[in-house]
């Protein structure tokens, strides 16, 4: 099944969404694609971080749990190299942050998330 543009979108970034659960890289590619966006996917550690050396992206979106090592690892190295790039935390798990980590970073978004939510997640990176 493929979503057609959404006609209100206004986001164009380049966005790296990152999860192990190939069912949410899909919806999440589409939904965001839907708005817009360039969106690049990993499934892995080792290929986010291969994204994140590339430097190819505008937002990087990261679960926070994954067998192969933690959102928080990727959000540290994300804002050690591109300290002014965004990250939105991606999490299934209820998530109560604290001052530091709040200050690494730009949103949260929870899952299962829906288009209007994505969107908003997005437009509150403005």
Do not use: C, H
Not at 2 to 16: D, F, G, N, Y
Not at 49 to 64: E, H, P
Not at 97 to 113: R, S
């Amino acid at each position: 099944m493929s979503i057609s543009p959404v006609a209100t979108a206004q986001q164009t970034a380049r966005i790296l969404f990152v999860d192990d659960d190939p069912n949410i890289l899909a919806a999440a590619k589409s939904l965001l694609t839907a708005l817009g966006n360039q969106v690049t996917t990993a499934q892995t550690r080792a290929k986010a971080l291969a994204q994140l050396d590339a430097g190819s992206y505008d937002l990087l979106m990261t679960d926070l749990t994954m067998p192969d090592g933690s959102g928080w690892d990727l959000v540290k190295q994300s804002r050690a190299r591109f300290p002014a790039k965004p990250v939105v935390l991606v999490t299934g798990w209820g998530l109560t942050l604290d001052t530091e980590q709040m200050g690494m970073v730009n949103g949260v978004l929870a899952k299962p998330f829906t288009l209007d939510e994505l969107q908003r997640a997005l437009g509150n990176l403005k």
